[in-house]
Structure formats: structure tokens, C-alpha cells
Nanobody
């Protein structure tokens, strides 16, 4: 059964913007960390941003240093969806972006092996 579905990837030039969406089933949304990871060719997968879905309209957020000030993670509870707004994109942001979800009890949000649910990924390509 499909639990997480990403969309919104594409190709843009340096300085451009994209918004990624991660649609979740209720099972994988509430009381979970919803996290975006990315993996560039030849590189390890890395955590980009995470948000804790705690029943409010804006859960606590976390960001990798490389995207702070450029990316914003947000939630829309009515649609059971998490977004990643990416501004001022750089060629080094080129990667496959994945959405993941887990309760992460006492675990750092960047630890990918802690996540049980993953989407299929969406490609982001930034040209110079």
C-alpha cells in the first residue's frame, strides 16, 4: 500500500524556485516526523528538512545548514500534506528528493535508517 507520494520536482535555473509536495495517508502523518531527504548521484542520502506533526497547524521544524534561509518546510493538515518550498536554488541542490515519515523516538531526524515509510522520490535539477 502506498503511504507517501511526492510531487513537484522539475528543472529550473540557478536562483529559481520549486515547491515539493508529500501527500501522506493518515497512518503515516499524525504524530510523526515528516522529513525530506535528498540524494545526488554518487553521494550519500542526506536530510534536508523535517517537521513534527503534533496536531497543531505548525509543528517544530529542522533544517540542514546547507538549506537554512532558502528552504521552508510546512504542513497542511486538511490535505495530510507536507511541502518543501525551495528558493534560490543552486546546482548543488540537484538530487532526487524523498519524503519519509516515522515517530523517531529519541532519534536524530537526519538518521535515515530510522524511517519506516518512504516515498518514491521526485527529481530536482538545477542548471547553472
Amino acid at each position: 500500500r502506498v503511504q507517501l507520494v511526492e510531487s513537484g520536482g522539475g528543472s529550473v535555473q540557478t536562483g529559481g524556485s520549486l515547491r515539493l509536495s508529500c501527500a501522506a495517508s493518515e497512518y503515516t502523518y499524525s504524530n510523526n516526523y515528516m522529513t525530506w531527504f535528498r540524494q545526488a548521484p554518487g553521494k550519500e542520502r542526506e536530510g534536508v528538512a523535517s517537521i513534527y506533526i503534533d496536531g497543531t497547524t505548525s509543528g517544530k521544524t529542522y533544517y540542514a545548514d546547507s538549506v537554512k534561509g532558502r528552504f521552508t518546510i510546512s504542513q497542511e493538515n486538511a490535505k495530510i500534506t507536507v511541502y518543501l518550498q525551495m528558493n534560490n536554488l543552486k546546482p548543488e541542490d540537484t538530487a532526487m528528493y524523498y519524503c519519509a515519515a516515522d515517530k523517531l523516538l529519541f532519534t536524530d531526524w537526519r538518521r535515515q535508517d530510522a524511517y519506516q515509510s518512504w516515498g518514491q522520490g521526485t527529481q530536482v535539477t538545477v542548471s547553472s
